[in-house]
């Protein structure tokens, strides 16, 4: 017999319909330029939007998604079965970092701190710019070549699977498929069950990690990232495969996908705007903070959504326990009080407090890393070709990706 479980879903009150915009957050305009929504919104206080006939509630100036950010008691990270959030269910119900608020949070975030120590981030360094730059070789030949595709994806393949992991190539694919097949949970209704192709790259990676967890407790300890986190959690207790699974998962799922996105936006922003790249041509110093502006005006994360625990008023607008709420990142970092004129692509600003790598107790631990890498590839590009130019400046980029991010799947360049 089948068993009914009743969730507790709280349903807000009425709500005042002025505060309602119609508007399809994750649609491809969003994606493909979200920069004159963001102007309309990043001073605007809370609104709410209809989501799958859900309602959810939508945070854009800085200050206030700052706050939300640091009030885990109010707004929490921990998802909550049956209110609307189905759809960024990417790691199937898996428990992970991002999952968590504080202080349980700590103990995950500690898990993959191996990652992220500064003689493994230096040590770094120098395998990007010598990854880069053999890429820049093969490109050089090709003359024309597809940054998503063929520069930003094997560079961080390389650098996160064979350099961060180091695993072998054979086991790439597993992993590969595992971050490609994440994008499929976006089409997902409520309560339904997650695509075939999704799950089977699921359980592949999940197997993956389960072997990999027996093969190391059979072998002499090893000093790699793998080993490292195996070593720190059985210091406390025997790993299992799900926690090294969730911690792996979310190191590789982190960084692949938001660097070659990253990285290729970064370079369409310039392409774009011909007196900008001059700038930079011209004054190869200003590339650090040319990389600021470029996270800032393409934050690759337009929302990161929570869960509203608490019933609470901001900025005169409550948002009650149920709702699931939309920080955008994207929004904050056009916030005229932080960014004067934030449509702006303006290389000379310098800009600080950009919130693409989120804030708080979640703010991503592979920030040094993946600016390290958009500082190789953007520099070396632009000062290998100085004919780099998009291969037709009339195409159509079309992006993936998660509901909320800005994924392009091709950048066509040319550089002969
Ligand atoms: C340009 C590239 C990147 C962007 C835009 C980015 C963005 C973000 C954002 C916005 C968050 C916070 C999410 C939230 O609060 O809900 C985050 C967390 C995280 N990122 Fe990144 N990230 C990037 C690169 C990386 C890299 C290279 C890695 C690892 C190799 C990584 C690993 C993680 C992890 C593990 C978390 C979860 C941290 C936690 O929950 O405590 N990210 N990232």
Same mark, same amino acid.
């Given at each position: 017999m089948n068993s009914i479980v009743k969730i507790d879903v709280p349903v807000p009150p009425p709500l005042d319909p002025d505060?309602?915009?119609?508007?399809?957050?994750?649609?491809?305009?969003?994606?493909?330029?979200?920069?004159?929504?963001f102007i309309q919104w990043a001073d605007k206080p809370p609104f709410y939007v209809k989501v799958d006939g859900h309602i959810h509630a939508v945070l854009c100036q800085h200050d206030q998604v700052q706050w939300a950010l640091t009030h885990p008691e109010i707004i929490s990270?921990?998802?909550?079965?049956?209110?609307?959030?189905?759809?960024?269910?990417?790691?199937?119900?898996?428990?992970?970092?991002?999952?968590?608020?504080?202080?349980?949070?700590?103990?995950?975030?500690?898990?993959?701190?191996?990652?992220?120590?500064?003689?493994?981030?230096a040590s770094f360094r120098t395998a990007i710019d010598t990854m880069v730059k053999e890429l820049i070789d093969e490109m050089t030949v090709k003359g024309q070549?597809?940054?998503?595709?063929?520069?930003?994806?094997?560079?961080?393949?390389? #650098?996160?699977? *064979? /350099? !961060?992991?180091?695993?072998?190539?054979?086991?790439?694919?597993?992993l590969i498929n595992m971050s490609n097949a994440m994008a499929l949970v976006a089409t997902v209704s409520e309560g339904a069950p997650k695509p075939a192709a999704y799950m089977e790259a699921y359980d592949a990676a999940y197997a993956f990690c389960g072997n990999l967890i027996e093969e190391r407790r059979n072998a002499p300890p090893m000093d790699d990232l793998v080993g490292s986190i195996i070593?720190?959690?059985?210091?406390?207790?025997?790993?299992?495969?799900?926690?090294?699974?969730?911690?792996?998962?979310? #190191?590789?799922? *982190? /960084? !692949?996908?938001?660097?070659?996105?990253t990285s290729s936006n970064c370079i369409l922003r310039l392409l774009r705007h011909p007196d900008q790249l001059q700038l930079l041509r011209d004054n190869p110093n200003l590339l650090n903070q040319a990389i600021e502006e470029c996270l800032?005006?393409?934050s690759l994360g337009n929302f990161r959504h929570r869960f509203v625990i608490k019933d609470h008023i901001i900025d005169g607008v409550p948002i009650y326990r149920?709702?699931?709420?939309?920080?955008?990142?994207?929004?904050?970092?056009?916030?005229?009080?932080?960014?004067?004129?934030?449509?702006?692509?303006?290389?000379?600003?310098?800009?600080?407090?950009?919130?693409?790598?989120?804030?708080?107790?979640?703010?991503?631990?592979g920030n040094v890393l993946a600016r390290s890498v958009l500082r190789a590839a953007v520099g070396q590009l632009i000062t290998r070709f100085p004919n780099l130019r998009l291969a037709d400046p009339n195409e159509t980029i079309v992006y993936g990706g998660m509901p909320t991010e800005r994924f392009p799947l091709h950048v066509n360049l040319r550089v002969d």
């Amino acid at each position: 017999m089948n068993s009914i479980v009743k969730i507790d879903v709280p349903v807000p009150p009425p709500l005042d319909p002025d505060l309602f915009v119609d508007v399809d957050l994750f649609g491809q305009a969003i994606k493909a330029d979200p920069s004159a929504l963001f102007i309309q919104w990043a001073d605007k206080p809370p609104f709410y939007v209809k989501v799958d006939g859900h309602i959810h509630a939508v945070l854009c100036q800085h200050d206030q998604v700052q706050w939300a950010l640091t009030h885990p008691e109010i707004i929490s990270s921990e998802p909550q079965k049956g209110w609307g959030a189905d759809q960024f269910d990417y790691f199937n119900g898996l428990p992970l970092v991002l999952d968590y608020d504080p202080p349980e949070h700590s103990r995950m975030r500690r898990l993959m701190a191996p990652g992220f120590t500064p003689k493994r981030i230096a040590s770094f360094r120098t395998a990007i710019d010598t990854m880069v730059k053999e890429l820049i070789d093969e490109m050089t030949v090709k003359g024309q070549f597809d940054m998503v595709e063929e520069f930003a994806a094997p560079l961080m393949y390389g #650098l996160l699977l *064979g /350099g !961060l992991f180091e695993f072998p190539r054979d086991v790439w694919p597993v992993l590969i498929n595992m971050s490609n097949a994440m994008a499929l949970v976006a089409t997902v209704s409520e309560g339904a069950p997650k695509p075939a192709a999704y799950m089977e790259a699921y359980d592949a990676a999940y197997a993956f990690c389960g072997n990999l967890i027996e093969e190391r407790r059979n072998a002499p300890p090893m000093d790699d990232l793998v080993g490292s986190i195996i070593k720190a959690h059985d210091d406390e207790g025997l790993l299992s495969t799900t926690e090294l699974f969730s911690t792996l998962v979310q #190191l590789f799922t *982190g /960084g !692949l996908g938001t660097v070659i996105a990253t990285s290729s936006n970064c370079i369409l922003r310039l392409l774009r705007h011909p007196d900008q790249l001059q700038l930079l041509r011209d004054n190869p110093n200003l590339l650090n903070q040319a990389i600021e502006e470029c996270l800032r005006i393409d934050s690759l994360g337009n929302f990161r959504h929570r869960f509203v625990i608490k019933d609470h008023i901001i900025d005169g607008v409550p948002i009650y326990r149920g709702m699931i709420v939309h920080l955008s990142l994207g929004a904050a970092n056009y916030d005229p009080a932080k960014y004067p004129d934030p449509a702006r692509f303006d290389i000379m600003r310098n800009p600080r407090d950009i919130l693409t790598f989120g804030y708080g107790p979640h703010f991503c631990p592979g920030n040094v890393l993946a600016r390290s890498v958009l500082r190789a590839a953007v520099g070396q590009l632009i000062t290998r070709f100085p004919n780099l130019r998009l291969a037709d400046p009339n195409e159509t980029i079309v992006y993936g990706g998660m509901p909320t991010e800005r994924f392009p799947l091709h950048v066509n360049l040319r550089v002969d």
